[in-house]
């Protein structure tokens, strides 16, 4: 994009030199913006985008006297992708690809609310398994989610331990996720209709595996963070902001629960089957950063809980909609060189049926239609309200998506949070937050 | 349906698609939108229905049922009949959701009743955002039928209700009032609507682009500002950007 100065550009004033026009290019309006007619004593520090407590590329403006934040302006964009521009060019299914890349410390959260509200507008409902496995991946990604809060909770307050502990238990789940969907992060694996494929032999297993040594993990965790004077120090009375404060702003999620409120779609809202499960709401009274950790903490064993309870309900079935106008045409296995079609379905279309190889066709380049409405489908991901709203016109691409991202609507509590506090807890507020700028940005 | 025998069509707007002639309602035919042709595959068969392309064009009559009765009365008894009359143009219930079509003039009545009366308490604003229906099927975008839709969802945690509002403006007047006053929270979501629709929230303390570039031309998520792409080479076939591939509908 080209930029035309004008003769008032306060940014690039100019002058005529015998050589041509010569440019001044200042450093903004800095000067005017913020001269301090009281003193010396004002300071504005920029943090960001480039920095390591930011959670990626977070900018913060922050107006200090002396260590004391006085003002503090949160930008973002930098992570600004045009997600949902996006996918108004793919068909359905393809949308899969492009939401799992929003909040990528959640992937499979964007997937499934994303996968529900096409399903909603179609008006299918997918199987008790593919249900029951959406719910198992889900508390996995969640436990993995907030071990990546903590992770960089510890980091950013100088307790490089729990990074090193936090990364490290992630890696099981990762571990896990790559077995059952073939990617680390960015699965694509919950499809409009089911799933991509069912669980791999072996999975349950291994996932049971974990199950034994996780908790185990979460008491370490406990043990070398909780009972911490200076962690505590750090933490608590930070970043305080009450119930009301949280519902003014639209804050969800850990952070709410952690000012008092008992506020969790799975139970209020529930969705897949959540209200049969046996599983807890946890709450702290005290409404700052210690108040989130502890949440956050619990939650993880509370996901513990619904896995075990997942696993055990886990019966044979089909994991995609019997309709097969709406379901993916090919069973995919593990070849040779790759996943992709099985041997079996190309066999089939190949050299069996023209028809069979038609509806592959069709089905794969054009996608199926969606009736024409709007739906609005929340869940409850690891950060708060996770809502997708999706359009359609009735053609086999989305008119539009829209998602209300948890840690876009929660990161405007940065400045009720730090403004009257140390620029040091600055850092804890925003960590207590957890934003992931991939989907704040979008 | 003109496209039903695979062959490539550019993109919507250059394939001539006209929305006067589009169909305005009622049924399309066929899963693919095939009809009459040979088709073998089944999918003709299929009939589903499309009330109005994009925008549902229709209302909806009372009952609406389910907890959309209680709010619609508590809504009407908290700002009066011929205020609600005045604000609600059209009510559609779909998929289980309600959605009040409401005039921008008192969209902030309306908002802060919802907030504040003791029989709707929609405390939580879960979201707001922009939809442009240009194009999208259904009568042509005319002063009557606004392109640029605000979409509010609004979450009432003491009921555990949730109910849709939705006010249409139109792209040469593009102005709607902020909810900022009533829902903090809206803040940063009109902001967004505004980088990427155009629509201006009166009464927002600092409309300011918010994700793409403080000097970024236009709005990049309405309907007529092209995706971008630049064509890919790849085993010497090139490859045109998504928005001129051809596109079913």
Redesign the interface.
């Known amino acids: 994009m080209s930029t035309t100065y004008n003769e008032a550009d306060p940014y690039a004033g100019s002058r005529e030199t015998t050589e041509g026009r010569v440019y001044t290019v200042t450093g903004g309006d800095w000067d005017l913006t913020f001269a301090d007619p009281h003193g010396e004593e004002r300071l504005v520090v920029n943090m960001g985008p480039q920095h390591p407590s930011t959670h990626g590329v977070l900018r913060l403006v922050l107006d200090l006297e002396g260590e004391t934040v006085t003002k503090a302006r949160v930008v973002i964009g930098y992570l600004h992708t045009g997600i949902e521009k996006n996918l108004e060019y793919r068909n359905w299914t393809q949308g899969t690809t492009f939401v799992t890349r929003m909040d990528y410390l959640a992937p499979l959260y964007n997937e499934a609310a994303y996968c529900m509200a096409v399903e909603k507008l179609l008006g299918v409902e997918v199987p008790q398994r593919a249900q029951t496995i959406r719910l198992l991946v889900m508390e996995l990604n969640r436990i993995s989610s907030h071990l990546v809060a903590l992770a960089t909770f510890g980091m950013e307050m100088g307790a490089l331990t729990g990074m090193t502990n936090g990364f490290r238990e992630r890696e099981m789940i990762l571990d896990l996720l790559e077995e059952i969907t073939g990617l680390r992060m960015n699965h694509a694996y919950i499809r409009p209709g089911g799933l991509a494929q069912d669980l791999p032999e072996g999975a349950v297993e291994n996932i049971r595996e974990f199950l034994k040594i996780m908790p185990k993990r979460v008491a370490d965790f406990h043990r070398l963070l909780t009972g911490q004077p200076i962690w505590q120090a750090r933490l608590k009375d930070v970043g305080y902001l009450d119930v009301t404060g949280c519902i003014a702003l639209g804050v969800t999620g850990p952070i709410l629960r952690a000012a008092g409120l008992p506020w969790d779609l799975r139970k209020v809202e529930p969705y897949l089957g959540y209200e049969t499960y046996d599983f807890e709401v946890p709450t702290a009274d005290t409404a700052d950063a210690w108040g989130r950790y502890l949440v956050r903490m619990a939650e993880v064993n509370e996901s513990l809980k619904l896995i075990e309870q997942a696993l055990a309900r886990l019966e044979p079935g089909p994991v995609m909609v019997e309709d097969r106008k709406i379901a993916w045409p090919a069973q995919l296995s593990l070849g040779a060189d790759g996943m992709g079609n099985s041997l079996e379905h190309v066999r089939h279309i190949m050299g069996q049926s023209m028809e069979a190889l038609i509806h592959h066709f069709k089905l794969v380049t054009e996608g199926f239609r969606v009736p024409a409405g709007q739906v609005y489908m929340p869940i409850e991901s690891p950060r708060g309200e996770l809502g997708y709203h999706v359009v359609s016109d009735g053609s086999t691409r989305p008119w539009r998506v829209h998602v209300r991202d948890p840690g876009f609507v929660n990161l405007q509590a940065t400045a009720a949070m730090s403004e009257g506090g140390m620029i040091a807890d600055v850092i804890a507020a925003i960590a207590s937050i957890d934003p992931v700028m991939g989907g704040v940005d979008r | 349906m003109s496209n039903d025998g695979?062959e490539v069509v550019p993109g919507r707007e250059e394939a001539g698609y006209d929305a006067a002639t589009a169909p305005s309602g009622g049924f399309?035919k066929g899963?693919?939108?095939v009809s009459g042709s040979g088709d073998?595959?089944?999918?003709g068969g299929?009939v589903?229905?499309?009330?109005?392309?994009?925008v549902?064009l229709h209302t909806t009559d009372r009952p609406y049922g389910g907890y959309f009765d209680e709010v619609t009365d508590a809504l009407i008894e908290a700002v009066g009949e011929a205020t609600y009359a005045a604000a609600v143009q059209r009510v559609l219930v779909?998929?289980g959701?309600i959605?009040y079509f409401v005039a921008r003039e008192h969209l902030l009545t309306l908002v802060q009743a919802l907030r504040d009366d003791e029989a709707l308490r929609f405390?939580?604003?879960?979201?707001v955002?922009?939809?442009?229906?240009l194009d999208?099927?259904g009568p042509a975008a005319t002063p009557e039928r606004p392109r640029l839709h605000v979409?509010y969802?609004l979450t009432s945690?003491t009921y555990?209700r949730?109910i849709?509002l939705e006010v249409a403006v139109t792209a040469e007047d593009p102005h709607v009032p902020s909810v900022t006053r009533t829902?903090?929270?809206?803040?940063?979501?009109e902001r967004e609507a505004f980088d990427?629709f155009g629509i201006v929230f009166d009464g927002h303390p600092d409309l300011t682009?918010?994700?793409?570039?403080d000097?970024?031309?236009g709005h990049?998520?309405r309907k007529d500002y092209p995706?971008g792409g630049v064509p890919v080479e790849y085993h010497d076939a090139t490859i045109p950007p998504?928005?001129t591939r051809r596109?079913?509908?």
């Open positions: 695979g399309r899963s693919f939108g073998t595959s089944g999918f299929l589903r229905v499309e009330p109005g392309g994009a549902a779909d998929r959701e959605t405390e939580l604003c879960s979201s955002s922009g939809v442009d229906y999208s099927g979409v969802h945690m555990r949730r849709r829902y903090p929270t809206a803040d940063w979501h990427m682009r918010i994700l793409m570039p000097d970024w031309d990049p998520q995706l998504p928005d596109a079913y509908r």
